[in-house]
């Protein structure tokens, strides 16, 4: 699997960087002893008690940091402070084309296997940790379709909801993003206009 992410993410071409502040966030595919032949996929939710995004799903990440030498390294650090993801147990495929916030941050989203069991726990800015199996992501009839304003045009995004936990807005595209780059999952979602409206 790890190979053939690999391959997919290298096709990708990059975008222009921005001068925004920046953030790496870690898709993280649970892929050793039971999850081999089934991934999951960890997602959070974060705690109602944090200023930004309080409450909603996300992926384990925060902000560049002067301390990081890159945004992986952000990426991976974040993991472990959030949820005590040990970050030698991950082998990087590589990453997506950033996404930029509705608070004007500029996130770019890694993508690694979890190759051991982790005895995962939240911090104080996560309310809980969850799983979501890869293929019901890769199955697009769980995605549900809607129509959204961004910066002035109407755009098509998914959402999707498991065991009552509702997986919108930036996350939920950069998830569509993953399956459908490095899985040809045909999730619809107008990242290309998404980007291409941004004001640099």
Known sequence: MLDSIKQKLEKLNPTKTTSLKKAGVFIGILYHDEFVDKPEIIFTQRSSKVSTHSGEVSFPGGKWDETDKNLAETALRESNEEINLNVDDVELAGSLNYLVSKHKIEVNPYIGLITKKQNLKDNDEIEKIFTVPLDYLLDSKNA???????????????????????????????????????????VRVDLDIIRDHYDY
């Open 144 to 186: 549900k379709q809607h129509k959204i304003e961004r910066h002035n045009t109407n755009v098509i995004v998914p959402s999707w909801v498991y065991n009552e936990q509702v997986i919108w807005g930036l996350t939920a595209m950069i998830t569509a993003d993953f399956v459908n780059t490095c899985f040809d999952a045909g």
